[in-house]
């Protein structure tokens, strides 16, 4: 017995319906057959019958004669060729004549009702069919014309034809079963091959791939969709080995810094100025590693899954301003200026929290990148629907070569030329992964030594 695997029921499937379609043709067929058979013998009947009631004449005493020797003669008599039984009855449906074929039996008369109508009945436990048609002379019924042929023959034919396709029924649909079953199995292949595949490839092995079949139907774009599933899921694993191997090396350096720090601290006794500036020393760098994992968890909550966002009506102008509030104190430590002028209030449909993130993180990269003296300025306009705001520098800027690298995680344009400036590489990344799960346009513009603007718009 097969089990139902899918190559199975689609051959199942197949032959349910073809059952359903040969029986209606096998119907038709034995329909279309004795249809023809009956109209034959219907007929045959006629046709004789017409050509007895010629040969029948009126005599004057209202009874018919019959031309016994003429009939008698016919071919019709001779019982192993198409056998036709004729009868003739009085008006007083006593038996005039019959034909030697009938030997010692006799055509039942029927009810007046069946006049000129084919009846199916036996003759010696035979089938036959018969008609019995009244005799007139000056509308005086004068006696019965009976003409019947066997129905042996066709009896014979039709349930020759009925077993035939009684056997061949079942032998077709087994026949065709395992014919569907092979076809399925072709069909299907793609389908094996993706199971295959797929149980091959483990986090370890992402490199294997499909083989796209050579049509372009739906197991086509089943393949080629599994594909590109494949390439991504390579791609985020990749990123991840990559984000952990950076998110190590960043929090490895702090931690090194503090425990070598500290390990001078203990060599020998200090003075207490050197015991401040070393533990000083050692909390920037605590702080340092703080606003690291910070970050770092930040943005893995944006790359794991989507939060629930707080969609409202945000007041922008206020979000900036409070963003330039947190950091008032690195402005005046750096002498810096900052223009703005909100001369219409911007409200603009997002979450709260992650714009205020994005913009801190801006303006901080902004401060953190400026020269001392520097000047930043920050624009807000409406064009059309959208809300377009900027927030502009003249610090160092970003190579071109590098601006389409600023977002990767850990990534920072040539440190070794500005040593001075600490920074993980990350503050970029959470703007880009935010802006992209609030559907916030964020574009860069820079050119190094001269300034870098960065653009949101909101739709």
């Given amino acids: 017995m097969f089990s139902f695997s899918y190559k199975n029921r689609i051959a199942f499937n197949y032959i349910l319906s073809t ?3 040969i029986s209606v043709v096998f119907c038709t067929i034995y329909g279309i057959t004795l249809y023809s058979i009956n109209k034959h013998i219907n007929d045959d009947i006629l046709e004789e019958s017409s050509e007895y009631l010629e040969q029948i004449k009126i005599d004057s005493n209202n009874a018919y004669l019959i031309q016994v020797d003429q009939w008698r003669e016919s071919d019709n008599n001779r019982v192993n060729v198409n056998p036709v039984f004729v009868q003739f009855l009085d008006n007083d449906n006593k ?16 009810k007046p009702e069946k006049d000129n109508q084919f009846v199916d009945t036996y003759l010696n436990n035979k089938p036959i069919r018969q008609i019995q048609i009244p005799l007139f002379d000056k509308n005086k019924k004068i006696g019965y014309l009976f003409v019947a042929m066997s129905l042996d023959e066709a009896s014979l034919i039709l349930t020759n034809l009925r077993n035939t396709l009684f056997v061949a029924f079942p032998l077709i649909l087994v026949l065709l079963f395992f014919i569907a079953r092979l076809i399925a199995g072709r069909s299907i292949k793609p389908v094996t091959l993706i199971t295959e595949t797929s149980s091959r490839i483990t986090k370890d092995n992402l490199k294997d791939r499909i083989i796209l079949p050579q049509n372009k139907d739906e197991l086509y774009v089943l393949s080629k969709t599994i594909n590109d599933l494949l390439d991504r899921i390579e791609n985020a694993v990749e990123r991840e080995k990559q984000f952990t191997s950076d998110a190590s090396h960043e929090l490895r350096t702090p931690l090194t810094v503090l425990k070598g720090t500290l390990e001078v601290l203990i060599r020998k006794p200090r003075n207490q100025t050197e015991y401040e500036e070393k533990i000083n020393f050692s ?19 944006f790359e794991n899954q989507k939060q629930s966002l707080r969609i409202e009506q945000i007041y922008l102008n206020a979000i900036i301003l409070d963003a330039l509030s947190l950091y008032s104190s690195k402005i005046n430590d750096k ?8 001369t219409k209030d911007y409200f603009v449909t997002s979450d709260n929290y992650l714009v205020s993130t994005i913009v801190s993180n801006v303006i901080s990269n902004a401060i953190k990148y400026s020269h001392e003296n520097g000047k930043i300025v920050i624009n807000i306009d409406k064009k059309d629907s959208k809300t377009i705001c900027s927030i502009s520098d003249c610090g160092i800027g970003i190579p071109a070569s590098d601006l389409d690298k600023i977002v990767n995680p850990f990534f920072r344009s040539n440190p070794t030329l500005h040593p001075e ?28 030594n001269k300034g870098t603007t960065v653009f949101f718009i909101f739709s």
């Fill in 283 to 301: 909390i920037s760098e605590v702080n340092r590693l703080n606003n690291l994992v910070d970050q770092l968890l930040l943005l893995a909550r």
């Fill in 421 to 448: 400036i600490k920074g993980s590489g990350l503050g970029l990344s959470i703007v880009e992964r935010i802006t992209r799960l609030l559907n916030i346009k964020f574009k860069i513009e820079s050119e190094l």
């Fill in 335 to 342: 002498k810096m200026e900052v223009l703005h002028d909100f």
């Fill in 95 to 110: 038996l005039i004549d019959k034909s030697p074929n009938l030997k010692g039996f006799q055509l039942k008369l029927h």
């Fill in 19 to 21: 059952a359903l379609l």
